[in-house]
């Protein structure tokens, strides 16, 4: 596909410089640029100057999209880090809620059960074996 795409450019930069040989004696006399005034400017060098400007906007363009999109990919990427981290903490508020109804860490991390002093609860001998 690289090759074919090197190919039409090549026959295309050869039909600009055919084009611009054809012109090549013909001057022109005055040229205004905005409020600038050229006199007796070649043709091939108005087209050529054409060209390369025209090449230089065809650069520009996709620079300033390709920043404008990566500005709106960190923008999407930190509102995706707070998402994922409220999330995170909607996920623990249920493990946090039972912990502290009656279950608790240990330093090595074994769950261990925490009865309540208000409970009635004494196991019977059926119970206990």
């Known amino acids: 596909m690289r090759l074919v795409a090197l190919f039409i450019?090549?026959?295309?930069v050869l039909l600009i410089m055919w084009f611009?040989?054809?012109?090549?004696d013909q001057v022109?006399?005055?040229?205004?640029?905005f409020?600038?005034?050229y006199f007796n400017i070649y043709l091939v060098n108005v087209l050529f100057g054409t060209f390369a400007f025209g090449i230089l906007m065809g650069f520009l363009i996709p620079v300033f999209q390709y920043?404008?999109?990566?500005?709106e990919v960190r923008k999407i990427k930190r509102e995706l880090k707070k998402l994922r981290s409220e999330l995170n903490d909607l996920r623990n508020v249920g493990i946090e809620?039972?912990?502290?109804?009656?279950m608790?860490?240990?330093?090595?991390?074994?769950i261990e059960i925490?009865?309540?002093?208000?409970?009635?609860?004494?196991?019977?001998?059926?119970?206990?074996?």
Do not use: C, F, R, W
Not at 20 to 24: E, F, H, L, R, S
Not at 28 to 33: A, K, V
Not at 104 to 110: G, L
Not at 114 to 129: F, G, I, K, N
């Open 35 to 37: 409020q600038y005034s």
């Open 20 to 24: 611009m040989t054809q012109n090549a």
């Open 104 to 110: 608790a860490y240990d330093e090595d991390d074994d």
């Open 9 to 12: 450019i090549v026959i295309i």
């Open 97 to 102: 809620g039972e912990l502290e109804d009656g």
């Open 28 to 33: 022109i006399e005055e040229l205004e640029i």
């Open 67 to 71: 920043l404008h999109a990566k500005s």
């Open 114 to 129: 925490l009865e309540d002093e208000d409970s009635d609860y004494s196991p019977d001998e059926d119970d206990v074996e």
